[in-house]
């Protein structure tokens, strides 16, 4: 029995999120998707997830979104210099905006669940501006770790999928 991501009861949804390296990938011939397969012996099914389709606009949010990695890394680097901080703000935002599209966003960041980190990452956001950086940044970081949290099995997913910096991480930490 194959079920899709989308025809998960709740319970089951969290079995997706374990699709890893022994997964089988195939390509469906009648429509074109490919799937990543897992057989999970103990339930007798296996499940399929679609793969993550990367569209011009997501790759354009991905590059954003390492530029304002960047400049946020560059900004702490030289003595938490304001104009690279926030560029580097600037840019991530927009990054994670076009990544995940504009509804999604803000349906993230205006959750009643994710209030604790909209409010830590917006205060961070103001400390940065009225020349407190290091206090800025800190309430930054813990903000994104709230509201981003639930994403890291879907990063690491993704990570291990880059072709060098894939088998460094398998090889360092796994």
Same mark, same amino acid.
């Given at each position: 029995?194959?079920? /899709?991501?989308?025809?998960?009861?709740?319970? !089951?949804? /969290?079995?997706?999120? /374990?699709?890893?390296?022994?997964? &089988?990938?195939?390509?469906? %011939?009648?429509?074109?998707?490919?799937?990543?397969?897992?057989? !999970? %012996?103990?339930?007798?099914?296996?499940?399929?997830?679609?793969?993550?389709?990367?569209?011009?606009? &997501? @790759?354009? =949010?991905?590059?954003?979104?390492?530029?304002?990695?960047?400049?946020?890394?560059? =900004? #702490? #680097?030289?003595? +938490?210099?304001? =104009?690279?901080?926030?560029?580097?703000?600037? +840019?991530?935002?927009?990054?994670?905006?076009?990544? !995940?599209?504009?509804?999604?966003?803000?349906?993230?960041?205006?959750? @009643?669940?994710?209030? &604790?980190?909209?409010?830590? +990452?917006?205060?961070?956001?103001?400390?940065?501006? #009225?020349?407190?950086?290091?206090?800025?940044?800190?309430?930054?970081?813990?903000?994104?770790?709230?509201?981003?949290?639930?994403?890291? %099995?879907? #990063? @690491?997913?993704?990570?291990?999928?880059? %072709?060098?910096?894939?088998?460094?991480?398998? +090889?360092?930490?796994?």
């Amino acid at each position: 029995m194959i079920l /899709h991501q989308s025809s998960f009861s709740p319970n !089951l949804h /969290h079995l997706v999120d /374990h699709i890893s390296l022994d997964s &089988k990938i195939v390509k469906e %011939p009648s429509t074109g998707n490919v799937c990543a397969f897992r057989l !999970l %012996p103990s339930i007798g099914i296996r499940i399929a997830k679609m793969a993550y389709e990367l569209t011009e606009q &997501k @790759k354009i =949010g991905l590059g954003l979104l390492g530029f304002g990695l960047s400049f946020t890394f560059l =900004g #702490v #680097v030289l003595f +938490f210099d304001r =104009g690279l901080l926030a560029l580097g703000n600037i +840019f991530w935002l927009t990054g994670v905006a076009l990544l !995940l599209g504009f509804r999604s966003t803000w349906n993230l960041i205006t959750s @009643k669940a994710n209030i &604790k980190g909209s409010a830590s +990452f917006l205060l961070g956001l103001f400390f940065l501006f #009225v020349r407190w950086p290091i206090v800025g940044i800190i309430l930054e970081i813990y903000g994104c770790l709230v509201l981003f949290g639930r994403f890291w %099995p879907s #990063v @690491k997913a993704f990570l291990y999928e880059v %072709p060098m910096l894939g088998w460094i991480i398998r +090889f360092l930490f796994w």
